[in-house]
């Protein structure tokens, strides 16, 4: 998977600059994603976003964008942090700086990478924004293993936090996710996982 993710990731941004540069953004970005207290938000996130991203491709209007947009989208993140989304976004901006990234682009990237703080889209002009919050939440739609799986990971990076506001914290979130219309907004994927992501939330607010 490393490899794979390295590879992608040198093909995506050697068009807009040197090895050095490229190779220097890899070796933070691995070492963002790999930190200890990183139980589901790490590379195996990443490349579950872009493994899928494959089949859509074609869809997609700035794919550039929008790949960087998933690279970057959780490069910080701390549970106790209010801003995760806001300052990746700036970490973001000044990666994509070095790289030689288009201005306009970049702030196309900053606010794809804002738009998953509360899931909502913020540019409806084509289906990128929706495709990114839709393979961010793709895991809710997966089998019932698959899931639990995830919910594990989620509590450990939570396990600074008791369950007595553990709990709570999490019902609110999931709450909020089944009150929507529909947990995603393409068509693809709400016919793939919406019926299996609703069950599965149900489910964890069960057995919260």
């Given at each position: 998977m490393i490899n794979w993710l390295e590879d992608n990731w040198q093909i995506l941004s050697s068009g807009y600059a040197d090895d050095s540069i490229t190779n220097a953004l890899w070796k933070t970005i691995k070492l963002h994603y790999t930190s200890k207290n990183r139980h589901y938000h790490n590379l195996s996130h990443i490349h579950n976003?872009?493994?899928?991203?494959?089949?859509?491709?074609?869809?997609?209007?700035d794919l550039d964008s929008l790949k960087f947009a998933i690279w970057f989208h959780d490069i910080i993140y701390k549970s106790?942090?209010?801003?995760?989304?806001?300052?990746?976004a700036v970490f973001a901006e000044n990666a994509l700086k070095s790289l030689n990234f288009d201005?306009?682009?970049?702030?196309?990237?900053?606010?794809?990478?804002?738009?998953?703080k509360k899931h909502e889209l913020v540019l409806v002009e084509n289906y990128d924004n929706a495709y990114?919050?839709?393979?961010?939440?793709?895991?809710?739609?997966?089998?019932w293993e698959t899931y639990n799986v995830y919910i594990q990971n989620i509590r450990k990076e939570y396990k600074?936090?008791?369950?007595?506001?553990?709990?709570?914290?999490?019902?609110?979130v999931l709450m909020h996710f089944l009150e929507r219309d529909s947990l995603f907004f393409t068509e693809r994927f709400k016919t793939k996982f919406e019926n299996q992501a609703r069950e599965n939330l149900k489910k964890e607010?069960?057995?919260?």
């Open positions: 976003m872009l493994h899928q991203l494959e089949d859509i491709k074609m869809e997609i209007e106790t942090n209010k801003d995760n989304e806001e300052q990746s201005n306009f682009r970049i702030k196309k990237v900053k606010k794809l990478i804002i738009s998953t990114l919050l839709d393979l961010d939440l793709s895991i809710l739609g997966t089998d600074i936090y008791p369950n007595i506001l553990y709990k709570p914290g999490r019902k609110k607010i069960e057995m919260l």
